[in-house]
């Protein structure tokens, strides 16, 4: 239990939830839309903020002031989720051990929220799809269409969080959980906790070379992630600190 309140915030794509190849046909379908003809190549997507894989992708296939056409791609995405609703929702899974770790922190009492690179009613619509909003606050989180820099949207999400609780939360109660070195990055520069876990493409090894403050293989254990979240020092399945031996 943390002796002064906490804030945990998720990265949603392979923290909490999957979606396979659904990022790379969402910005097909829109960038369809706002052009008028296929996309020759989609930008990166991994830990990556859609207003940076908007900018990006039209960059990348010939269309100048790119920032120009970002408020017809953020209608023009969450229109292709809709679409794709039944899809969504027949192969979307939730990660091992997510629900279990969402509900164990909350009984804990903290504060629960996302930092994503999707779009708030994108992040919305995964996160439904899964049975994963109950317990999370989405109306504090930070969205990719907040920027391209990960540490303002944790920043963003800390000011909003504090705003609506009526608390402070110090750095070390700010706990981001993100599975790339974009995620982990973000939180270093914001000033913040962050635990790495390695059930997307990264290997814990690089996160934990990108600066997380503890890496976990996945979030099937408890004890585990309540000892990195509340700060002992965890690499896999190895747990360092003065309380956990």
């Not at 052009?35 to 991994?46: E, F, I, K, Q, S």
């Not at 609703?85 to 192969?91: G, I, K, P, Q, V």
């Not at 989180?141 to 000011?159: N, P, T, W």
Request: overall charge negative.
């Amino acid at each position: 239990m943390p002796a002064e309140p906490a804030l945990i915030l998720w990265d949603v794509d392979h923290t909490l939830v999957s979606f396979p190849g659904l990022g790379r046909e969402l910005h097909a379908r829109a960038f369809q839309e706002v052009t008028g003809r296929p996309v020759a190549r989609v930008a990166d997507l991994a830990g990556r903020t859609d207003r940076a894989i908007v900018v990006d992708t039209l960059r990348l296939n010939g269309i100048d002031r790119p920032e120009s056409l970002l408020p017809a791609f953020y209608a023009a995405l969450p229109a292709a989720a809709v679409a794709l609703d039944d899809r969504l929702r027949r192969t979307g899974r939730v990660l091992p051990g997510a629900r279990a770790a969402v509900e164990s922190l909350a009984r804990d009492g903290v504060v629960q929220s996302v930092v994503t690179g999707n779009l708030p009613s994108i992040a919305r619509l995964k996160l439904a799809c899964c049975e994963l909003t109950d317990l999370l606050d989405l109306a504090v989180g930070g969205y990719g269409d907040d920027g391209i820099d990960r540490a303002a949207l944790v920043a963003l999400a800390v000011g909003r969080a504090e705003s609506a609780h009526r608390v402070t939360f110090v750095p070390a109660r700010v706990v981001v959980v993100g599975d790339t070195a974009h995620d982990v990055r973000g939180a270093r520069d914001a000033g913040v906790r962050v635990v790495g876990v390695a059930t997307g493409a990264t290997t814990a090894e690089t996160l934990a070379v990108a600066g997380a403050d503890a890496v976990l293989t996945d979030l099937t254990d408890l004890a585990a992630l309540h000892a990195a979240v509340y700060g002992d020092t965890i690499y896999g399945d190895t747990i360092y600190g003065d309380t956990v031996t």
